[in-house]
């Protein structure tokens, strides 16, 4: 049964800790995505990734990290250069350079302790 | 910069009330998306619609796509308890072939049974 499959679904991160959110996908999707949603504020996009071994920035780059070693994988590192980082963070994936609706993951929510 | 506004934030509705969501977007979409997200869960997708003026139904769903290609809605009738969770627009820009989305804030909708 394809899909996206995040985890871990809960995760809890202290102070100047570096924590990464794994994304595995069984799609055959080429593009992959982190967004993060905030109460009240959609989902908001951080990094992107069309194609093996190349990522771009989204909106909301600034203190998290990604890489796109292998097609089914797109982890996303929150450092601890994220000031705010507790959220829900969603990975999602579609054909790339298409407009095929994007499948997402069940999230991961992450919180301070 | 890009942007989708999504209005209203919340709606509340008895059940058997109808409810309606729209989409602005600030410049020329070349489609736009909708997708539904339950209570605790992820986006799930929709619909999709491409062309000028299109409407589209499924079941008590009506989802438009303005003229200018600029705005969208979204009508339920006669809501359910089963239709509650949070309705999201994603527009892809029409500059943008890569598939990228850019998301509404979103409406939450709850129904009291």
């Known amino acids: 049964d394809g899909g996206i499959t995040q985890s871990p679904k809960y995760l809890f991160r202290k102070e100047g800790q570096n924590v990464t959110l794994s994304c595995e996908q069984n799609?055959?999707?080429?593009?992959m995505y982190w967004y993060r949603q905030d109460p009240g504020q959609g989902l908001r996009l951080i990094y992107y990734?069309?194609?093996?071994?190349?990522?771009q920035k989204g909106d909301i780059a600034e203190g998290y990290s990604v890489s796109r070693e292998k097609k089914e994988s797109f982890p996303l590192t929150v450092t601890s250069a994220q000031k705010n980082p507790t959220a829900f963070y969603l990975c999602?994936?579609?054909?790339?350079?298409?407009?095929?609706?994007?499948?997402f993951g069940d999230g991961t929510r992450l919180s301070i302790l | 910069g890009q942007q989708v506004m999504q209005i209203p934030q919340y709606q509340h509705v008895q059940e058997g009330e109808d409810f309606t969501t729209y989409c602005n977007s600030s410049?020329?979409?070349?489609?736009i998306q909708w997708y539904k997200q339950r209570p605790g869960g992820h986006p799930v997708f929709l619909i999709q619609?491409?062309?000028?003026?299109e409407v589209k139904k499924q079941k008590r769903l009506t989802f438009q796509f303005g003229e200018a290609k600029k705005n969208s809605s979204l009508h339920i009738t006669a809501t359910q308890t089963t239709d509650v969770g949070t309705y999201f627009c994603?527009?892809?820009?029409?500059?943008?072939?890569?598939?990228?989305?850019?998301f509404g804030q979103g409406t939450e909708l709850s129904v009291k049974p």
């Open positions: 799609l055959n999707h080429d593009a």
């Open positions: 990734s069309q194609i093996v071994n190349d990522f």
């Open positions: 994603a527009g892809t820009m029409i500059y943008n072939q890569g598939g990228k989305l850019i």
């Open positions: 619609l491409v062309k000028s003026g």
């Open positions: 999602a994936s579609h054909r790339a350079y298409s407009n095929q609706p994007q499948h």
């Open positions: 410049t020329t979409l070349s489609n």
